[in-house]
């Protein structure tokens, strides 16, 4: 069937992207960071010893590797049950092998939230600092894209109302949409406002730093949001136009995005040389 | 513009970060109309509790050198420059010794002088 061998490159692209192209982007960040900012001269970049840095790295290659042979397992297996069978593809695969991919994601975070932690607690200076210049969402994010998440939520809200109507009940899916869109933007909203208000998660970044780590992380967010939309009017659109056999291959698109403009955009506008390291230095 | 706040410094955070705010409208750093951040953004970023900042911010809006609008935000007052100049702490000394030396003079004790500033600070003749 085509769609499935269109599904098979889609998959295939899903694989490698996300447990091989960014943990390999991230892998060189970090060797890059421990090769030109040792623990000797930036002690506050690093609250623990350095081999837990190594090691940690060790980890994060062999548990991407492990997943990526997970995958390529998976693409064969999938392979030989359309040669089989004919059949279509549930769009729960690519989805459920993206919650696995996730997992040394989600770690790397902790570990992020952590080390923060440990910085903060090892942080003795009794000096503080701050800019006095307020942080509005406007400085970070356009009107424009504001205007089209706010948008592309009220119109997918409406577009699952002028199919399904609207119950309060589990089994209506306006309701199911309301809620679960709801509760994503709240929490992007809950993310943003700590950007905006929140407390410095690294003690020592420079203001800069912090500003750009900011735009990028808010600026995502909202694309983020606007894409969720578009992503389920599309779903339920192709549902309606009988073209169910395309949601697999759209599902696994729609993942891959997520990580693109989640940590992709951090990635690409953070630039390693463009980081103030001066701050981590001792005595700085 | 950064404010810097020593947490081991004997003067109190609220007048640190009081003084500083002034110094910066001194010094063309903050003009009149710039924008300051809200309690909760510069509380956290200082890591103060957000009383100490609002008790700057009091303070300040008191003396006309900042001007809350509301959910707008909070803004330097536009004569922030001749009012920072004015210490109010040095004009009510003025002003007492000013009133106590006229009170001396006519002849009341330094104890009927306490009892009575005593009394009008805490509003029992009122």
Known sequence: ?284 | MDITIDIDNSTPLFTQLMNQIKEAILNNSLNPGAALPSIRQLANDLDLNNKTVAKAYRLLERDSIIQAKGYRGTFIHPDAKENCAVDLNEWVTEKLTETITSFRSSGVTDSEIRIAFGNVMHNRNN
């Open chain 1, 1 to 284: 069937m085509p769609e499935n061998i269109i599904f098979h490159i889609i998959f295939l692209s899903q694989i490698l992207l996300i447990s091989y192209y960014y943990p390999k982007q991230v892998l060189d960040r970090t060797a890059a960071v421990l090769e030109k900012h040792p623990p000797d001269q930036y002690p506050k970049l690093y609250p623990r010893p350095h081999s837990f840095y190594t090691q940690g790295q060790k980890r994060y290659k062999v548990a991407n590797h492990v997943i990526l042979a997970l995958g390529f397992g998976l693409f064969i297996a999938i392979g030989n049950w359309d040669y089989s069978t004919s059949g279509e593809i549930n769009n729960m695969i690519p989805f459920a092998y993206w919650m696995i991919q996730g997992i040394p994601m989600l770690l790397l975070e902790f570990l992020g939230y952590s080390r923060f932690k440990l910085m903060r607690a090892a942080d003795v200076s009794g000096k503080r600092r701050a800019v006095l210049n307020p942080r509005r969402l406007f400085d970070f994010v356009s009107p424009g894209l504001f205007g089209l998440a706010i948008f592309m939520y009220v119109a997918c809200i409406l577009f699952f109302y002028s199919i399904h109507g609207f119950q309060i009940h589990p089994s209506n899916d306006t309701f199911i949409i309301f809620v679960s869109l709801t509760l994503m933007n709240l929490l992007f909203t809950a993310i943003i406002v700590g950007h905006l208000r929140g407390k410095k998660r690294d003690p020592h970044q420079a203001h800069d730093d912090r500003m750009k780590q900011s735009v990028a992380s808010i600026k995502s967010l909202f694309i983020m949001s606007v894409v969720a939309s578009f992503f389920i009017i599309t779903t339920e659109g192709m549902q309606a136009l009988h073209l169910d056999f395309y949601r697999a291959s759209l599902m696994s698109a729609y993942l891959q995005l997520t990580i693109v403009i989640g940590l992709g955009a951090l990635l690409r506008k953070i630039k390693l040389e463009e980081i103030d390291f001066e701050v981590y230095r001792k005595g700085a």
